[in-house]
């Protein structure tokens, strides 16, 4: 079981006083290294899922075990925190302090590292969300994308194996949507971090290598993006949608054209025109 | 607009004053209290203006951001002024008219007053100008740490006042959008008795509270996910530095203070 | 017949301090009415506090609005009928509601307005249709429903004012895509049944093509573009250059447009855009 770097095994969760289990027996691997998306509807289990994977939850039945630890091991769970680090959807309520350097720093405070590492860490960290220029601004004067990429710096900062985010953009502008994901693609390409990314943007998840499609408490498809989204109607039956340009591939094709289904803009221009008269 | 509000609000720089200690700085403050209460005479108060006019020009905090700062209590002013000016039953008249009299006493009176006020003011005014509030929060923590040995919760104590800091403007804006949106569906605040017009303050109390709540709720979440596992263990990017400073102006604020002091006692 | 004309409004804050900002200036429009109008634009670009101009909450330093050829700064004007004929629904307005039930907050904008009780309940049950709000919901309390549920909620809370103009101020933010699309299919539908101008405030220029009539872009407090949305997604350049877009698919028909082949770019829509293109496929398709 080890060889996974989160590991769900039949994860069952029931909020106190709901009917209707959150989590329903969710079994899922997710590999060191990789970009997830996770969608759903509102109340798909998606962010009770997220919730699990560093301990602020957990399984009722079932295990999850991520980086190596139970996350029931109360013994070890800021060793896991400190590995998996979360960014959740409002960035007001996840900012405690009042300037942004030292907000950067308070996970690592927590942690009992020495002030000189802290200070490092937290430069290095700002510097790589593009926030530098702002280490002495007070939060609540920024974008609210420039929040997010405080709030991603927090967790980066403890140089963690693996971000979880709690959709970070839904309450965002497109310039601060965009900031955010080019901030997490980067993280992921070019440090390796393993990215678990809660969103109900499917332009968003169709950056990402892999989408787990949440419904009802269950996983209801998984796989590579491209794969995902030739399920139009049955995505759309949960709740959900596919990026324009997929429903674009899906029109033509309902109207008789033999063209393949893209999920990204250039990859459709480059079939189009194979089928173009000039 | 609630958005107005500048107390407690840091004006960013690279002064002396700013690059003080903020431990030092409290107690600074603390000094100057004193300094400003026990000055009596004349000469005494008159250094005590200049010192403040002194440190705003150190500080380079424009005189009048100060002003400003004074603003909301012009009212009081005011009512000190009549109430001191005409009522104080002093023996060298002036004027009289009926039973309003001014008096020298009175005038006197009205004058130290308000020169205290107006320092108290200008004088806490500056630690906050010239004190980011997780400064201020981090030395009022190491200044009372000796405090931890009886268990008294310090270090609580302060992340409650960093909390309180961080959210008051979030809130101040939060207090102006649902006046807005209840306005818009024409919630009337301004007219009515009292009772009616507590009663118009639901639609804006009940959602700020229960929008307080999910804050709480959240941040105690995303606070736990960062490791926070209260004071214990736990240490500091910016560690309190005192240095040359500190401890000359530490000696100035004292020998000015007992300069104070003993111009009380000095006849001239 | 025009409802509501912006004359010339401009309105900054913080005059005298260093926070002073323009945040609008010279504004002018008209809005006819049963229009649908998007209007668009960065954060901080001043559509926000556009909207709250429109209903008195904000008055500007100069300028003019004219409700119904009423002017509102006219000297006697009564604020309170600015607020009834324009109703405004704020961004995330589930964080207004506060009653104990559902039907108690629908109902706190008709009773502010002083309406007998008969008359307040067939407005809400109106509102409530409209926005697809089942009866049996009435007795719950607001606070139990889920997100999307009370976001409908807010939006009865304001058309059970039976504003002549109702304004939403990104209606469908951080909704899943159902509740965003049945939200906006609602605010549309509730349109074409009474015939009141909507005005929306949206990010999205996918919403702003396939529900508006006329879309004002605003940018750093300025009316930058005003016109029909064929008018305004034709200058897809001029849109750039501010920071904005055309819809995902109108761009890929100007990239085809620029590779050389004539697609048209009036097309908003997938299903649109896979007509538009079948004409110019090479094989007959069968």
Redesign the interface.
């Known amino acids: 079981m080890a060889e996974h770097f989160i590991s769900c095994k039949n994860v069952c969760f029931n909020y106190e006083g709901r009917s209707d289990a959150a989590l329903k027996n969710v079994s899922l691997n997710i590999d060191k290294g990789e970009l997830v998306a996770v969608l759903?509807?509102?109340?798909s289990g998606k962010s009770t899922l997220a919730k699990h994977l560093n301990g602020i939850l957990t399984a009722q039945s079932g295990d999850v075990e991520v980086a190596g630890y139970n996350t029931k091991d109360e013994n070890n769970i800021f060793n896991l925190r400190s590995r998996v680090g979360m960014v959740f959807q409002n960035p007001d309520n996840q900012l405690v302090a009042t300037i942004v350097e030292e907000d950067v720093a308070f996970a690592l405070e927590n942690l009992g590292v020495e002030p000189k590492e802290i200070r490092k860490r937290v430069d290095e960290a700002l510097e790589a969300v593009g926030m530098s220029e702002f280490k002495l601004s007070q939060p609540h004067k920024l974008?609210?994308g420039q929040k997010q990429r405080v709030a991603i710096a927090g967790v980066l900062a403890m140089s963690p194996d693996c971000i979880v985010l709690d959709e970070p953009t839904?309450?965002l502008?497109?310039?601060?949507r965009a900031q955010v994901m080019d901030t997490i693609i980067k993280l992921n390409r070019e440090r390796g971090i393993t990215v678990v990314l809660i969103t109900?943007f499917?332009?968003e998840a169709a950056l990402c290598d892999r989408i787990v499609v949440m419904n009802d408490g269950e996983v209801f498809l998984d796989g590579e993006p491209k794969e995902v989204f030739k399920h139009a109607q049955k995505l759309k039956d949960v709740?959900?949608?596919v990026?324009?340009?997929t429903?674009?591939c899906?029109?033509?094709q309902?109207?008789?054209?033999e063209i393949e289904t893209s999920i990204n803009?250039d990859e459709?221009?480059e079939n189009?025109?194979k089928?173009?008269?000039? | 607009m609630l958005s107005?509000i500048t107390i407690g609000q840091m004006f960013p720089g690279n002064s002396l004053i700013h690059k003080l200690d903020a431990r030092y700085k409290i107690v600074f403050t603390i000094i100057f209290m004193v300094m400003l209460f026990c000055a009596n005479s004349l000469i005494g108060m008159a250094i005590t203006l200049l010192f403040v006019i002194f440190i705003y020009l150190l500080a380079k905090i424009p005189l009048t951001m100060l002003l400003k700062s004074l603003k909301p209590i012009i009212p009081i002013v005011i009512f000190m002024t009549v109430f001191n000016v005409f009522f104080y039953s002093g023996e060298t008249v002036i004027f009289k008219w009926g039973i309003i009299k001014l008096t020298l006493e009175g005038l006197k009176m009205t004058g130290v007053m308000m020169f205290r006020v107006i320092s108290v003011i200008s004088g806490t005014a500056m630690l906050t100008y010239t004190t980011s509030s997780i400064e201020l929060t981090d030395a009022i923590e190491s200044l009372m740490s000796p405090l931890k040995k009886v268990k008294f919760p310090v270090h609580d104590l302060s992340m409650m006042m960093t909390i309180a800091l961080r959210f008051i403007p979030t809130l101040i804006e939060?207090t102006d959008?649902?006046m807005?949106?209840?306005?818009?569906?024409?919630?009337?605040f301004e007219s009515g008795n009292i009772i009616k017009r507590a009663k118009a303050l639901?639609?804006i109390l009940?959602?700020l509270f229960?929008?307080a709540v999910t804050r709480a709720g959240e941040l105690a979440t995303a606070m736990e996910s960062r490791c926070y596992r209260g004071g214990e263990g736990r240490t500091k990017m910016k560690q309190p530095k005192s240095d040359k400073r500190d401890y000359i102006s530490l000696v100035f604020m004292i020998v000015l203070t007992a300069l104070v002091i003993s111009l009380n006692y000095i006849k001239f | 017949m025009t409802v509501l004309e912006v004359k010339n409004l401009s309105y900054s804050y913080?005059s005298g301090t260093p926070f002073y900002k323009k945040a609008l200036s010279d504004i002018s429009f008209k809005i006819e009415k049963g229009e649908f109008v998007a209007i668009i634009g960065?954060?901080?670009s001043g559509k926000s506090t556009l909207v709250?101009h429109l209903?008195a909450?904000t008055r500007a330093q100069s300028g003019s609005i004219i409700l119904n050829g009423e002017d509102i700064y006219k000297k006697g004007y009564n604020i309170?009928k600015a607020?009834?004929t324009v109703?405004?629904?704020?961004q995330y307005?589930e964080?207004?509601?506060?009653e104990e039930t559902v039907y108690r907050d629908i109902a706190?904008?008709p009773k502010?307005?002083g309406l007998s009780e008969s008359e307040i309940k067939s407005r809400v049950i109106s509102a409530a249709s409209a926005l697809e709000i089942d009866k049996s919901m009435f007795n719950s309390s607001p606070?139990e429903l889920?997100?999307?549920q009370k976001r409908r909620v807010a939006i009865a809370?304001?058309i059970a004012?039976n504003p002549e103009i109702l304004v939403l101020d990104e209606p469908a933010?951080?909704?899943?895509?159902?509740?965003r699309d049945r939200v906006m299919r609602l605010i549309s539908e509730y349109r074409k049944n009474t015939g009141n101008t909507v005005i929306i405030v949206s990010?999205s220029m996918?919403d702003a093509a396939n529900y508006a009539d006329r879309v004002l872009v605003l940018n750093e407090g300025k009316l930058y573009l005003n016109g029909t949305v064929d008018e305004v997604f034709e200058k897809a350049d001029e849109l750039e250059s501010i920071?904005l877009?055309v819809?995902?698919?109108t761009?890929?028909l100007i990239?085809?447009h620029k590779?050389?082949?004539a697609v048209p770019l009036n097309v908003y829509t997938?299903?649109d855009?896979?007509?538009a293109?079948?004409p110019?496929?090479?094989?007959e398709?069968?």
């Open positions: 759903g509807h509102n109340g974008s609210g839904a309450m502008d497109p310039k601060g109900h499917m332009e709740g959900l949608a990026p324009d340009v429903s674009l899906n029109s033509l309902k109207l008789g054209v803009k459709f221009i189009i025109q089928l173009l008269i000039g | 107005d939060e959008k649902i807005s949106a209840q306005k818009s569906r024409g919630a009337d639901m639609p009940i959602p229960l929008s | 913080g960065h954060t901080g709250s209903n909450l309170k607020r009834q109703g405004l629904v704020f307005p964080y207004q509601l506060f706190f904008g502010n307005m606070f889920s997100g999307g809370g304001v004012m933010a951080g909704l899943d895509p159902k509740g990010h996918q920071g877009s819809p995902p698919i761009k890929i990239e085809l590779k050389g082949y997938a299903e855009a896979a007509k293109l079948l110019l496929l090479k094989k398709v069968k």
